[in-house]
């Protein structure tokens, strides 16, 4: 299981692909379905949409 929080290195965050178990040690926990990943000029922005329906969400 990869946890994805604030301090999860970007390479990390690089490497997870569709299928790979997530949490982001609160309440979200599941399967990856899809991954999009978006750059405002400022942060990239990481969004990990789970089978179960949520999202993680997390800007570098």
Known sequence: MI???DDT???Q???IK???LVTDTF???GLV???EITDDGLYRIYEFHLVTGRVI????
């Open 57 to 60: 969400l997390t800007k570098r």
């Open 18 to 20: 569709i299928g790979d």
């Open 27 to 29: 309440s979200k926990t």
């Open 13 to 15: 965050l690089q490497d």
């Open 33 to 35: 379905e899809s991954i």
């Open 9 to 11: 290195p970007i390479e």
């Open 3 to 5: 946890r994805i929080n």
